[in-house]
């Protein structure tokens, strides 16, 4: 893979990413704390049985739509912002980009806290009141930093500073970042597994943390957090498989890469919320009895997923604003993210309902792209040769479908949430663009380079 932020197809010699190196990309951004948090969450709200019936059924359907529209990457080599030109228009698609970033410095901002919080059980973890720098082990080593990086604000900084760091140098870097922090998120989670399975055995019961509503959600109603955690990755869908060659091969890294560790973590967050009585990673760990280095693990995880967030947003910007510079643009994003983080310490409170908002917007837009790319020009396959007209009129399917979607999806969840909100979103969105594009002609749109 190359810096990463071009505009143009990838041609075919840098065209070098591996399923392995995709799928460790999308497992490392997943492999992270907000995903056992969704688990938690989900446990918490309902039955064991529903919880886990929800749970599978959520990663299939979540994740399959993502890994079909994954095999755009290869077909065009162009990123997804502006693949959803062809459909949706500048305007739109430039709306659509303005969504990613906006919820991309939530997810930043997000995940500095939880690093922050990891950084601050990390000084006085054991409830004892003595800072880290006075124990022994890996926090003790941190001397007299410890009580500096316990202060939220500044455990937010450091970690939004080395996100920066590393996506300056693109794709690769993060490839070669992630070939180590990975497989030390994975062993965290063997040992959380581990630790959570020793406690059952030794008679821990599956008890909920808290009373929870009086009526438990429904499998369905579980179903849309489920997928509303697993569609927040559905805007980068081209942009990191446009570096592969082969559109199974692209399809198997997304979903194998997100199915398998969403699948894992949210058992895990689910469990830890009737057996812990918290759904906050740090707490999970400490209450695990993992030495404190575990920590530290947490927080690593949090800058590989905080690697996709900026990347992506640079692309994003770098998608309408061609002329931004590359690297400058990376900073800007992350530095904005960072300071939401500092300035806004009540962000993983606001957990539930920022799921609920990405299902609103992005179920709608997965739905458009699946009927425009796979069925309208389910037989083209480059990236210049459709054309015809670029008038207004031709993109209106797609903000109608995307509204119809989008009202569909929060009438449901206001009126009747136990009926779940997913599949009449999907299929409101997908009917109405596949009936209205005809009488436009939006399916002729052509895919251009920048």
Same mark, same amino acid.
């Given at each position: 893979?190359?810096?990463?932020?071009?505009?143009?197809?990838?041609?075919?010699?840098?065209?070098?990413?591996?399923?392995?190196?995709?799928?460790?990309?999308?497992?490392?951004?997943?492999?992270?704390?907000?995903?056992?948090?969704?688990?938690?969450?989900?446990?918490?709200?309902?039955?064991?049985?529903?919880?886990?019936?929800?749970?599978?059924?959520?990663?299939?359907?979540?994740?399959?739509?993502?890994?079909?529209? +994954?095999?755009?990457?290869? #077909?065009?080599?162009?990123?997804?912002?502006?693949?959803?030109?062809?459909?949706?228009?500048?305007?739109?698609? @430039?709306?659509?980009? @303005?969504?990613?970033?906006?919820?991309?410095?939530?997810?930043?901002?997000?995940?500095?806290?939880?690093?922050?919080?990891?950084?601050?059980?990390?000084?006085?973890?054991?409830?004892?009141?003595?800072?880290?720098?006075?124990?022994?082990?890996?926090?003790? *080593?941190?001397?007299?930093?410890?009580?500096?990086?316990?202060?939220?604000?500044?455990?937010?900084?450091?970690?939004?500073?080395?996100?920066?760091? =590393?996506?300056?140098?693109?794709?690769?870097?993060?490839? %070669?970042?992630?070939?180590?922090?990975?497989?030390?998120?994975?062993?965290?989670?063997?040992?959380?597994?581990? *630790?959570?399975?020793?406690?059952?055995?030794?008679?821990?019961?599956?008890?909920?943390?808290?009373?929870?509503?009086?009526?438990?959600?429904?499998?369905?109603?579980?179903?849309?957090?489920?997928?509303?955690?697993?569609?927040?990755?559905?805007?980068?869908?081209?942009?990191?498989?446009?570096?592969? %060659?082969?559109?199974? @091969?692209?399809?198997?890294?997304?979903?194998?890469?997100?199915?398998?560790?969403?699948?894992?973590?949210?058992?895990?967050?689910?469990?830890? *919320?009737?057996? =812990?009585?918290?759904?906050?990673?740090?707490?999970?760990?400490?209450?695990?009895?993992?030495?404190?280095?575990?920590?530290?693990?947490?927080?690593?995880?949090?800058?590989?997923?905080?690697?996709?967030?900026?990347?992506?947003?640079?692309?994003?910007?770098?998608?309408?604003?061609?002329?931004?510079?590359?690297?400058?643009?990376?900073?800007?994003?992350?530095?904005?993210?960072? @300071?939401?983080?500092?300035?806004?310490?009540?962000?993983?409170?606001?957990? *539930?309902?920022?799921?609920?908002?990405?299902?609103?917007?992005?179920?709608?837009?997965?739905?458009?792209?699946?009927?425009?790319?796979?069925?309208?020009? #389910?037989?083209? #396959?480059?990236?210049?040769?459709?054309?015809?007209?670029?008038?207004?009129?031709?993109?209106?399917?797609?903000?109608?479908?995307?509204?119809?979607?989008?009202?569909?999806?929060?009438?449901? +969840?206001?009126?009747?949430?136990?009926?779940?909100?997913?599949?009449?979103?999907?299929?409101?969105?997908?009917?109405?663009?596949?009936?209205?594009?005809?009488?436009?002609?939006?399916?002729?749109?052509?895919? #251009?380079?920048?």
């Amino acid at each position: 893979m190359s810096a990463g932020l071009e505009l143009t197809s990838i041609p075919s010699h840098q065209r070098t990413a591996s399923t392995l190196d995709v799928a460790l990309l999308f497992a490392g951004a997943n492999v992270v704390s907000s995903t056992l948090i969704t688990g938690a969450t989900l446990g918490a709200a309902t039955t064991l049985d529903r919880a886990l019936a929800a749970l599978l059924l959520g990663l299939v359907v979540g994740t399959l739509p993502l890994a079909v529209l +994954a095999r755009t990457g290869p #077909r065009y080599g162009l990123p997804s912002m502006l693949l959803l030109r062809v459909p949706f228009g500048r305007l739109g698609a @430039a709306t659509v980009s @303005a969504l990613l970033v906006v919820t991309n410095f939530a997810w930043i901002g997000l995940n500095n806290q939880v690093a922050a919080g990891a950084f601050a059980a990390l000084v006085d973890g054991d409830g004892s009141g003595v800072a880290s720098s006075d124990r022994p082990g890996p926090e003790g *080593a941190l001397g007299g930093l410890a009580p500096i990086l316990a202060d939220p604000t500044v455990g937010s900084v450091v970690v939004g500073a080395a996100a920066i760091a =590393v996506a300056l140098f693109g794709p690769a870097a993060m490839a %070669r970042f992630d070939r180590v922090a990975v497989p030390l998120m994975v062993l965290l989670g063997v040992a959380l597994t581990v *630790a959570l399975v020793r406690g059952l055995g030794d008679g821990a019961p599956l008890v909920q943390q808290s009373p929870g509503p009086a009526r438990p959600l429904g499998v369905l109603a579980g179903l849309d957090l489920v997928i509303g955690y697993q569609v927040s990755w559905s805007l980068m869908f081209a942009d990191y498989t446009r570096y592969q %060659r082969s559109e199974a @091969a692209a399809s198997r890294a997304v979903f194998f890469g997100l199915t398998l560790t969403s699948g894992w973590l949210m058992t895990l967050g689910l469990i830890a *919320a009737r057996t =812990v009585g918290s759904n906050d990673p740090a707490q999970l760990v400490l209450a695990s009895g993992l030495p404190a280095a575990a920590l530290l693990v947490l927080a690593l995880a949090t800058v590989t997923t905080n690697f996709v967030n900026l990347y992506l947003s640079a692309l994003a910007i770098r998608t309408q604003a061609a002329a931004a510079p590359h690297r400058a643009t990376i900073v800007v994003v992350g530095l904005v993210g960072t @300071a939401l983080s500092a300035a806004d310490q009540r962000l993983l409170d606001r957990y *539930a309902a920022f799921m609920g908002l990405l299902a609103t917007l992005l179920l709608p837009i997965v739905a458009i792209a699946l009927v425009h790319f796979f069925w309208l020009r #389910r037989g083209d #396959r480059d990236a210049g040769s459709a054309t015809s007209s670029t008038t207004a009129v031709s993109f209106l399917p797609a903000w109608i479908a995307w509204a119809a979607g989008a009202a569909t999806y929060q009438a449901i +969840a206001r009126l009747a949430p136990a009926v779940g909100a997913t599949g009449a979103t999907l299929v409101v969105a997908a009917l109405v663009y596949l009936g209205a594009s005809p009488l436009a002609g939006a399916g002729r749109g052509p895919v #251009r380079e920048a």
